[in-house]
């Protein structure tokens, strides 16, 4: 009897052992569709101007586990402009690998196909910042969750 009723008493603290997660902490992902609303422009650390897209202006960007796949419209510009690539986020970094484009895209990939940023990132929310060769923000895109 005894026996059983340290089985029975046993069984039950392990299921309330179980049933206890303890504080999970979900750090946010860059993964899903995110589209550009406004730029800023530093002084070396700080926002010193925020620039609104302008009308009719669009860009979205879609990160999977692994790609990246960005298209732009710009109302006064009749070709669109895409990319796609790899990307990896790090230490506060992005780093974008483009592969190809649209002809423009092309174009700039001959001198250039990585991309890091300084990475912000918020649950609905990131910026990736542009930094000169000393460190010091320059330019920002900033981006809200779409999906």
């Known amino acids: 009897m005894k026996k059983s009723i340290l089985f029975i008493l046993c069984f039950v603290v392990f299921l309330m052992a179980g049933s206890f997660k303890g504080l999970e902490h979900n750090d946010p992902t860059i ?3 995110w589209e550009l ?3 800023y422009n530093y002084d070396g650390q ?3 101007d925020t ?3 302008s009308d009719g ?3 979205v960007k879609m990160y999977s586990k ?3 796949m960005w298209t732009r419209y710009v109302p006064d510009d009749p070709n669109g402009r895409f990319g796609y690539g790899s990307y990896r986020v790090t230490d506060g970094q992005l780093v974008e690998v483009i592969e190809y484009g649209d002809d ?3 174009k700039a990939l001959d001198t ?3 991309f890091t940023f300084e990475l912000i990132l918020n649950e609905d929310t990131f910026s990736q910042i542009s930094v000169d060769a000393d460190g010091n923000r320059t330019f920002s895109e900033n981006y809200r969750r779409i999906d």
């Open 104 to 106: 423009e895209m092309m």
């Open 46 to 48: 700080n926002v010193t």
């Open 66 to 68: 692994e790609k990246i």
């Open 37 to 39: 609303q406004s730029f």
């Open 112 to 114: 250039m196909r990585n």
């Open 57 to 59: 202006y669009r860009q």
């Open 31 to 33: 993964e899903g569709t």
């Open 51 to 53: 620039i609104p897209k």
